[in-house]
């Protein structure tokens, strides 16, 4: 398997801008989460889902922050509009749902908006 | 909810020496912890886990953690550290309460980064 997939690696905005961030999981992982990392804030779970349906999304900053799994293979995070603040690393992670396995992330998606 | 804390944001070693980062979890319920580290530039990747088997576990790259439930604690080490250790790395802690509403939910301390001289 190629691991987790995220598209794109870089990405540069403007304020006001949509940006949509994607993920694919590792096949036959039921778990799937988005993660925002900054350096003030670290590591944040922003939402996740288990076999496609959201579970738990406190960590979504705002109304502006949407996330979408529509199949097993493929996940959406949307920021809409963008601001300068959202600039981020946002990393897709995916697991099985057994709470005893890992998590394997994918290489993340740098995002500026200025 | 459970929830993990890393003590000390950055830990400086020299090479050859002894690596301690310290993690502790707050849990209702018999947390699952993982340590993972993350490489500059790169995602994390999973050192070790602690699922309720072993209170020993021994990871890749020569590192290990003991899970201390009279403590609840779980902290990394490696007996001698190498220029090639020096990363960020995070503790964390999945639900495990299969009636929970947050079952399966992963969450990371805030991260060491650990820094090694020559």
């Known amino acids: 398997d190629a691991g987790v997939i995220q598209s794109p690696r870089h990405e540069v905005t403007e304020m006001g801008q949509e940006v949509t961030l994607r993920c694919k999981p590792i096949s036959g992982h039921n778990s799937l989460f988005w993660y925002r990392q900054t350096m003030m804030r670290g590591l944040e779970l922003l939402i996740y889902f288990n076999n496609n349906v959201p579970i738990d999304d406190s960590g979504m900053p705002e109304d502006r922050f949407s996330a979408k799994m529509p199949n097993a293979s493929f996940s959406t995070l949307k920021i809409q509009p963008s601001e300068p603040r959202d600039s981020a690393v946002y990393f897709c992670?995916?697991?099985?749902?057994?709470?005893?396995?890992?998590?394997?992330f994918g290489q993340g998606t740098r995002l500026t908006v200025v | 909810a459970q929830s993990v804390t890393q003590l000390g944001s950055h830990v400086s070693v020299s090479e050859g020496a002894l690596v301690l980062l310290r993690c502790n979890y707050s849990s209702s319920v018999p947390p699952y912890l993982f340590w993972y580290v993350q490489y500059p530039n790169q995602g994390l990747q999973l050192l070790l886990k602690?699922?309720?088997?072993?209170?020993l576990v021994k990871g890749i790259n020569g590192f290990e953690a003991e899970f201390k439930k009279s403590e609840t604690s779980f902290h990394l080490t490696k007996p001698s550290a190498h220029m090639s250790d020096a990363a960020e790395y995070f503790c964390a802690s999945r639900e495990g309460d299969a009636g929970g509403t947050s079952y399966g939910k992963l969450t990371f301390g805030q991260g060491t980064i650990l820094t090694v001289h020559p």
């Open positions: 992670a995916s697991s099985h749902q057994d709470p005893r396995t890992e998590a394997f």
């Open positions: 602690y699922t309720s088997a072993a209170t």
